[in-house]
T-cell receptor, first 115, second 114 residues
Framework: NAGVMQNPRHLVRRRGQEARLRCSPM?????VYWYRQLPEEGLKFMVY????????ESGMPKERFSAEFPKEGPSILRIQQVVRGDSAAYFC?????????????FGSGTRLTVV | AQSVTQLGSHVSVSEGALVLLRCNYS??????LFWYVQYPNQGLQLLLK??????LVKGINGFEAEFKKSETSFHLTKPSAHMSDAAEYFC????????????FGGGTRLMVKP
């Protein structure tokens, strides 16, 4: 049973390009969370999705960022017109459901570098 | 609203010495508390968690943490540090009413000297 798979592991984009980050949750997990880790900082919550639904996007920047978790396929975090400040590690986590302090499984992250 | 404070962004210990990483939290509801470890260029691995019940929680790799409600603390300890313990450690809090989102502290980088 593979864990949470994120790809690519490393992504380099020029300013103004689009970045697409993919996350395949663990088998049987229907809840996906995206976090961003800026250099030398902790992880900050971005968005929480279930299949075909955005449950909470309170941590997402209002512009340029979007996320989806379609019925089929991985969850996608999309960043349009990237800027240097978007350079960070983006982590995806999945869980089988909410409640009871369920702990997630984290992926290895995608490290985005904007040049 | 929840928050987590990790005192000491860098902690250095000698191999074989006690490891103590501090974590204080604030939460308006009973918290669930977690410690994660992150090795360079890797994701987060769960060390241990507290949800309910016994306040002393044992985790992997010889780590343990004690939930102290009166002190709003959840400090991580290990009696004897190994070189392989060198990593970044994150304390996090969530609650059952928040969709299980985690709020993380800023992290503590543990260095182990030979």
């Amino acid at each position: 049973n593979a864990g949470v798979m994120q790809n690519p592991r490393h992504l380099v984009r020029r300013r103004g390009q689009e970045a697409r980050l993919r996350c395949s949750p663990m088998k049987g997990h229907s809840h996906v969370y995206w976090y961003r880790q800026l250099p030398e900082e902790g992880l900050k919550f971005m968005v929480y999705l279930q299949k075909e639904n955005i449950i909470d996007e309170s941590g997402m920047p209002k512009e340029r960022f979007s996320a989806e978790f379609p019925k089929e396929g991985p969850s996608i975090l999309r960043i349009q017109q990237v800027v240097r400040g978007d350079s960070a590690a983006y982590f995806c986590a999945s869980s089988p459901g909410t409640g009871g302090g369920r702990s997630y499984t984290f992926g290895s992250g995608t490290r985005l570098t904007v040049v | 609203a929840q928050s987590v404070t990790q005192l000491g962004s860098h902690v250095s210990v000698s191999e074989g010495a006690l490891v103590l990483l501090r974590c204080n939290y604030s939460s308006s509801v009973p918290p669930y508390l977690f410690w994660y470890v992150q090795y360079p260029n890797q994701g987060l691995q769960l060390l241990l968690k507290y949800t309910t019940g016994a306040t002393l929680v044992k985790g992997i790799n010889g780590f343990e943490a004690e939930f102290k409600k009166s002190e709003t603390s959840f400090h991580l300890t290990k009696p004897s540090a190994h070189m392989s313990d060198a990593a970044e450690y994150f304390c996090a809090v969530s609650n059952n009413n928040a969709g299980n989102m985690l709020t993380f502290g800023g992290g503590t980088r543990l260095m182990v000297k030979p």
